[in-house]
């Protein structure tokens, strides 16, 4: 990865580190990556918690993201020859495991605002790390699966609103409410108005930007390998 992935703690692995190391991490970035999706339930359900089998379930399910984040770490840093410069290159996933660790004992609600200012920051890291899991797909020869990527938030926004908006009545409005979020185009129609739903907006329109980033960072890789190759000959 470039230099800057490495100063903003999401460096991966050294490609000089062993054919060991470079393995573990082939398989570590997809299990961050779903320790990262199972945290989005996990913090809904503790956010509308209305009985104590909720709230246990949501703490389970901050316990298999934080058993994933830490196992994947950890079993990358055991391969790497300098565990120590791993967890250095990689602060922002180890940041996320710990913070999945305190999240399984985290407090019910209603939250105090420091807490909410925390599991916000936390929720937002997970955010960027979904984002920057999916970078892989910038490469030119794999553009063709962004479409299905953005079509999946679409319908899981869609899904998400259905439950969390009182003003949404079916799934057609949540998915209309999901593609303005996400487009940031803002008909005035419809917004989200409780505080569950506009936090769930908030993921949906950094995915959104996220994806249309890794469109046209795609679209502009594959005109510069094409100006390359054409120089190249």
Same mark, same amino acid.
């Given at each position: 990865?470039?230099?800057?992935?490495?100063?903003?703690?999401?460096?991966?692995?050294?490609?000089?580190?062993?054919?060991?190391?470079?393995?573990?991490?082939?398989?570590?970035?997809?299990?961050?990556?779903?320790?990262?999706?199972?945290?989005?339930?996990?913090?809904?359900?503790?956010?509308?918690?209305?009985?104590?089998?909720?709230?246990?379930?949501?703490?389970?399910?901050?316990?298999?993201?934080?058993?994933?984040?830490?196992?994947?770490?950890?079993?990358?840093?055991?391969?790497?020859?300098?565990?120590?410069?791993?967890?250095?290159?990689?602060?922002?996933?180890?940041?996320?495991?710990?913070?999945?660790?305190?999240?399984?004992?985290?407090?019910?609600?209603?939250?105090?605002?420091?807490?909410?200012?925390?599991?916000?920051?936390?929720?937002?890291?997970?955010?960027?790390?979904?984002?920057?899991?999916?970078?892989?797909?910038?490469? =030119?020869?794999?553009? $063709?699966?962004?479409?299905? +990527?953005?079509?999946? !938030? /679409? #319908?899981?926004? *869609?899904?998400?609103?259905? %439950?969390?908006?009182?003003?949404?009545?079916?799934?057609?409005?949540?998915?209309?409410?999901?593609?303005?979020?996400?487009?940031?185009?803002?008909?005035?129609?419809?917004? =989200?108005?409780?505080? $569950?739903?506009?936090?769930? +907006?908030?993921?949906? !329109? /950094? #995915?959104?930007? *996220?994806?249309?980033?890794? %469109?046209?960072?795609?679209?502009?890789?594959?005109?510069?390998?094409?100006?390359?190759?054409?120089?190249?000959?």
């Amino acid at each position: 990865m470039s230099i800057s992935w490495h100063k903003a703690g999401l460096g991966g692995v050294d490609s000089h580190d062993g054919a060991a190391a470079l393995h573990a991490w082939s398989h570590a970035r997809w299990v961050l990556l779903a320790g990262c999706l199972i945290a989005i339930p996990a913090f809904y359900l503790e956010l509308l918690a209305t009985s104590s089998s909720m709230l246990l379930t949501a703490r389970a399910l901050y316990g298999g993201m934080a058993l994933a984040c830490v196992g994947a770490v950890a079993r990358t840093a055991w391969a790497c020859r300098k565990p120590g410069r791993y967890l250095d290159r990689n602060a922002f996933d180890v940041a996320i495991a710990c913070g999945a660790l305190v999240s399984v004992i985290g407090g019910a609600n209603p939250w105090s605002s420091l807490e909410w200012v925390l599991r916000l920051a936390f929720m937002a890291m997970i955010a960027v790390r979904i984002v920057v899991a999916l970078h892989a797909y910038v490469e =030119p020869n794999r553009l $063709a699966l962004l479409p299905l +990527a953005g079509a999946i !938030v /679409l #319908l899981l926004g *869609g899904a998400g609103f259905y %439950a969390l908006e009182p003003r949404v009545h079916s799934y057609a409005e949540g998915l209309w409410l999901a593609f303005e979020s996400s487009a940031t185009v803002g008909y005035g129609d419809m917004a =989200p108005t409780t505080p $569950a739903s506009r936090v769930f +907006a908030v993921f949906v !329109v /950094l #995915l959104g930007y *996220g994806m249309l980033s890794l %469109a046209f960072a795609g679209i502009a890789t594959w005109f510069i390998g094409k100006e390359e190759r054409r120089l190249r000959r």
